[in-house]
């Protein structure tokens, strides 16, 4: 199964069974350099199986969204992470975050 995780789960709790897929919508603008990374992925847990941007309107300077495809590898309970940064000003360059804890069996 698919399960659709957004900013609107920010922080918040989302179940999930070995075998899903958890698809990461969040808003953002490469233009201005900041992208979303995952930040600490637990790889026992969770496998990066793609990352994409969609930006639909392709006008210089509009924003669009990152995608993540992270499929859930084990039972037990995570805090998936991301940052939403400029990569080459390191930790500085993070402008937020996002967190969802993933509870899988």
Known sequence: MTITV????DGGQVRAQ???????HLAENATTGYRW??????????????????YPSGVVGSGGDAQFR???LAAGSATLRLKY????????G????????????
């Open 6 to 9: 957004t900013e609107q789960n």
């Open 18 to 24: 070995v075998g899903d897929t958890l698809e990461l």
């Open 37 to 54: 990374e995952p930040d600490n992925l637990d790889t026992h847990l969770f496998e990066l199986e793609e990352a994409t941007a969609n």
């Open 70 to 72: 992270i499929k859930v």
């Open 85 to 92: 940064w400029r990569r080459w000003e390191g930790e500085s």
């Open 94 to 105: 993070v402008l937020k975050r996002f967190s969802v804890k993933i509870d899988a069996s």
